[in-house]
């Protein structure tokens, strides 16, 4: 168990270590603190978007000891001790990652809302199957949800990143 | 999004956590991947007084076969795990594909096997394939266990017979004879989409013949439901295509659906009969699939 402060009201709170982009962090969260707001709000990684915050869009998507997950939906709590990777962890060295530039190349984003949620989701995949087909790209972005732009770039802009190809085809 | 507060526990071990539940009575909600309760909270539907959570208790999240018994699947399993399991693919794939068909990546990375029997809702995607395969479940509590059917732990609309107190810890897949099984789930979207209407069966062919079967409907009554009309129906009889037919239609006379806004009553009626017949055909022709 985390070690535990009550302030003077009475109110209990937690100190636990997130380690999140490859920093450790020890913060005190409250015990109904969700993942995504201590990001946001506490660590200033605003860069993990708030949509649905009911597991339905995918926005709030982080890596949670690699895996994708909808940080909405888990207790700050409990990823105590754990590995977070948002999308300011993804790019190294002040250089995107593939994905990213793949993205930007094939116009892949519009208003940008989905965006740091997919590239994770893709980056996921590509860790794990380096050379995915279209149906598991389509597979692996199928919980973030894309209200602008019909999905097919960024599917394309995958799919080119996964090729080492980061330029775009011609459409 | 408001979330009520509530008092946190992680007990290290399954008797801590039984030593606790007990306890706290009936003011505990188990954690486990918090995929329908974190929901529920932030809904206002469940506001708990104390949040036990199970996520120390690594000695239920595997799965593993013990010679005699099965497949033990731990209860904190996910169902990425489910359906990235070689064992699973291996043995019965039907159920990796059944974990497959439910919401996306990132609820199967942390929704788990015993929340979604606990739950108890007649919609669940992996109670009907588990219990096609003759699942049994193990509920551990301060006072003792008990190893029960799955099909008997749901006892009507999002009702189990589960005591506050005890813990789901293992899911058993016996050694069987059957020769095929599946599940057919109808969404109306092949992503998070729950299913309108879902059918698992398992079947045992021997030569021609059906030596026996299992029907279990999905969103087709308050609870989970086995066809058992079908399933006798069926027994003995040789594989025809009319007497799949035969075991659709009993089969969707059993059901009884409700009105909701993922299809209407009749709808879940005549999609019970069809994917009963395809379910039964696939099983039979394909195996575990
Ligand atoms: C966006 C979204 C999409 C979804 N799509 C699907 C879908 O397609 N198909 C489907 O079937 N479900 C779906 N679900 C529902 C949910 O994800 C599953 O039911 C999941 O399996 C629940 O598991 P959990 O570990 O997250 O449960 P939790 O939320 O942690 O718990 C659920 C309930 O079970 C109890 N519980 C959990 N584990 C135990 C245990 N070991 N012993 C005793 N009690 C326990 C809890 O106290 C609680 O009452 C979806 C949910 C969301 C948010
Ligand atoms: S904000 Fe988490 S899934 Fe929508
Ligand atoms: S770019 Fe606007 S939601 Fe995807």
Known sequence: MSQVLTDKDGVKRYLITLNVNGDAHTILVKGNAILTNVLRDQLDLTGTKKGCELGDCGSCTVLLDGKPVDSCLVLAVEADGREITTIEGVSANGALDAIQESMINHAAVQCGYCTPGMVLSAKALLTRNPHPTEPEVREAIAGNLCRCTGYVHIVEAVLAASQGRVTPDDH | ?289
């Open chain 2, 1 to 289: 999004m408001y979330m009520p507060d509530f008092e946190y526990h992680t007990p290290r071990t399954l008797s801590e956590a039984c030593a606790l539940l007990a306890e706290l009575g009936e003011k505990a909600t188990v954690l486990a991947g918090g995929t329908d309760i974190l929901h529920k909270m932030k809904v206002g539907k469940l506001a708990p007084e104390h949040l036990v959570s199970l996520k120390n208790l690594d000695e239920i999240r595997e799965i593993r076969h013990e010679a005699g018994r099965g497949i033990v699947i731990g209860a904190l399993t996910n169902h990425a795990a489910i359906y990235n399991s070689p064992l699973l693919q291996e043995r019965y794939l039907s159920l990796p594909m059944a974990a497959h068909t439910m919401a996306s990546t990132q609820i199967c990375n942390l929704g788990t096997v015993g929340g979604n029997i606990v739950n108890g809702v007649p919609s669940a995607d992996l109670p009907p394939i588990l219990i096609a395969l003759q699942a049994t479940i193990r509920l551990v509590s301060a006072s003792g266990e008990r190893s029960m059917a799955l099909e008997d732990f749901f006892c009507g609309a999002a009702e189990t017979v589960i005591a506050p107190g005890e813990l789901l810890t293992e899911i058993t897949i016996p050694d069987q004879e059957t020769t095929g099984s599946t599940y057919i789930k109808f969404g109306l979207r092949r992503s998070g989409a729950l299913a309108v209407t879902g059918v698992a069966v398992s079947v045992c062919v021997e030569g021609d013949k059906l030596r026996d079967a299992r029907i279990v409907l999905a969103s087709a009554a308050p609870t989970v439901m086995r066809a058992t009309a079908a399933e006798d129906f069926l027994r003995g009889r040789t594989i025809s295509d009319e007497a799949l037919a035969e075991a659709g239609t009993l089969a969707a006379a059993a059901s009884r659906p409700r009105d909701s806004i993922r299809g209407s009553a009749e709808y879940r009626k005549n999609l019970a009969e069809v994917l009963t017949k395809r379910a039964l055909r696939k099983a039979i022709d394909e195996g575990h699939v």
